[in-house]
Nanobody
Framework: QVQLVESGGGSVRAGESLRLSCLAS????????MGWFRQAPGKEREFVAH????????IYADSVKGRFTISRDNAKNTVYLQMNSLKPEDTAIYYC???????????????????WGKGTLVTVSS
């Protein structure tokens, strides 16, 4: 099992920034693909960003490309999501996710990942 604990959510105004963190435990962190997903009120959960196990490969949803950056520190067992130029439509619960099965990025985008955190709320006001 993998335990994931998110932090860093909050309320900001449009145009401001936030950095989310997710601390993982239970497995060797460098063996895990890591991702961020979000769920806005009344909407289905959607993919936001993915990082390969080394951090050398990242992909993003079109809606956040150029504004959000996923990164990881394998020495600290932590993955980050730097969110810049936030918009009201970014308001959602953000979930950290992990997977040890070494599937493709395409699989994770479409089907999600194996382990999930409880989420952290991000609210962006106009």
């Amino acid at each position: 099992q993998v335990q994931l604990v998110e932090s860093g959510g909050g309320s900001v105004r449009a145009g401001e920034s936030l950095r989310l963190s997710c601390l993982a435990s239970g497995r060797t962190f460098s063996s895990l693909d890591m991702g961020w997903f979000r769920q806005a009120p009344g909407k289905e959960r959607e993919f936001v960003a993915h990082s390969s196990r080394s951090g050398g490969s990242t992909i993003y949803a079109d809606s956040v490309k150029g504004r959000f950056t996923i990164s990881r520190d394998n020495a600290k067992n932590t993955v980050y999501l730097q969110m810049n130029s936030l918009k009201p439509e970014d308001t959602a619960i953000y979930y950290c996710a992990a997977d040890s099965r070494h599937y493709s990025e395409t699989y994770y985008v479409k089907y999600g990942m194996d382990f999930w955190g409880k989420g952290t709320l991000v609210t962006v006001s106009s």
